[in-house]
């Protein structure tokens, strides 16, 4: 199959119109019989189970998804909206599917051999080709009639647990096509509104997604269906391949975005927060890779940590406020989304199975996203903590195995921020997943003070400003130039005193080994700096020598770089980047040794004032017991 985009022209779909009024109307099914017969127990809820095996019976079973569907309004005769545009989107589906079945005969040697077969019956080593091919080809259809459903409906509220995949079969497009049918009339029987259908229809695809992708591995012949790029524009419905896109595209977003020059203090962190915007923007949506994740410097995870009103969610609303006049100005799609303590579920698996949606939502290469998990020492727990909820397990895991697992592949589409008042709470090995460290500490100086009240109080007054030059110290350069100097030395106390010694010992650092001493010196005195955390401060020097100001001219008309070439916008930013020095190498070193030791000592100071608290306690009710025995009332 062509690897370019393929186009399927709607002739070709409207010929399969009247197949797939039919397969809505009535189709006849068979079905294994499941050992269950339908009489319920009264009073029970439970039905009767024969005690005589039935599971090898196969039942014909009618299935009517228009009649199953209008029975949600039994008392009008017209249907809502919501239950047409269903019934329609399945009519259609169907449709897209047959007509890509038939792309997909085209492109090898099933269309000939169904030629032949025609003709005369196939026998032999055709025959069982054939057939390979016949079964490869309802998979496909299969496939892309659940990615269109996946894609094309639109499903509020909870997610059932109750759906359960289709009877699959696959001897021909046309068989498979009608047990996913038959799966989705089953899933919608007994609905109670509309909200509940298009929540089941939606959650059946997904389902049979997932289903099928577990079957892949059996079928012959699916390799040239790989690299297929289908789009169908009246429908916005794009088939990359096996590819799982996510679901429809997302509501305009609704959000307060805040300016870069409405973010006063965190410097770095502002400094960081445009640049990660700009470089998520160099990503090229045919080769599906950014230049920054080859060249390194690709900031794919980060944390941010900081007290209370500090400026987190104000950091948040500027990077999504960014990106989204950047994709608007080169017409890409964005995806943001953010994942909540809200999205924890009490039941069994939901919570996993949540957060591998928003991780796919975000990482959809067709766009660029922005995924944040505000809150993640609540959202995600410890592994050691015995007092989480089973959904907080899950969610560690699927976080631990998305941001640098064995099938973690980084595009440069997309990038995710953890935030948090008490990262020392968050599991230390995903914590380390976090490719750098952002300290959101708020305003600092004299002039941040100024600045911000000046900010927030507005203009509705008369009083003067005063002897000061306003906004002056949020000037992005100099404000990062003083903040990075900062980090020349350690400022927490457990790395000072290893730097003290280092410095002592060896004097200033000049050669690779001199770095390599002072960070087996600092692993001795905190052993969570691992292999992984030198990753990260390696790909934190990368950053700074890719510490280029993309100017803000390539991002006011798409021409000047989003829409150039991979090869020409690589070029371009080769031009401008630099060599690492070795003061960028000590200060990243410090920043990010910094951010372990106070996540220590924060740890060790809350657990201290624990002990503090409960001897108290204990003190307390020493003295309460000896006045009650001193009154006579402590047997009372």
Known sequence: MDTGLTTIAEADIEKHNATAQGMITRIVVLEDGGGKSGAALAGTGRRFVPTISTGSVRKTREVELSKTVAALRSGDPLMSIAQHTLLYRVRRGIAVALAIADVFARSGELESLQAKNTRAPLEGEDAAHFKKLLSASAYVSAFSLASYLAQLIDGEGEPPNDIHEPDFLFDTPQDALKSLVAGLDGALEGVKDDTELTTRARAFARITIEGL????????????????????????????????????????????????????????????????????????FERELNPFVELGGFLFTFIGDGSPGTGKTTLIQMIAGLLNDYCQVASYPFVYENFGVDQISSYQGKSGQSCKQFITNVLNPRAIGFGTVDDIDQVAARRSDDRASAGQQEITGVLMEAFSGASTVIRGNCSFGMFSNYPENVDDALRQRAGARWLVDGPQSRDDYIDIFTLLAGKNHQIPLGKHDLYAAQEIKRAVADAYEGHDRPQEDGLMQVHERFMKENGAPKTLADIGTYLHMIKQAEPR??????????????????????????????????????????AMIEELRGPFSMTMVMQEINRYADSEFRYSDRADDAAVEKMIRDARLRERAAREMEERKAKGTWDA
């Open 529 to 570: 700096l691992t292999g992984r955390a030198i990753k990260n401060i390696t790909d934190a020097i990368k950053m700074r020598a890719m510490d280029i100001e993309l100017p803000d001219e390539w991002f006011e008309k798409p021409e000047a770089f989003m829409h150039k070439g991979y090869d020409d916008k690589k």
């Open 213 to 284: 992708l577990t079957r892949k591995g059996r079928f012959d012949g699916l390799g040239a269906f790989e690299n297929a790029h289908i789009r169908l524009d009246a429908d916005d419905f794009t088939l990359d391949g096996f590819d799982v896109a996510p679901g429809r595209k997302a509501r305009p977003l609704v959000m307060t975005f805040k300016k870069p020059n409405e973010v006063v203090g965190n410097h770095i962190a502002k400094y960081q927060s445009i640049k990660l915007a700009k470089m998520l923007m160099a990503y090229d």
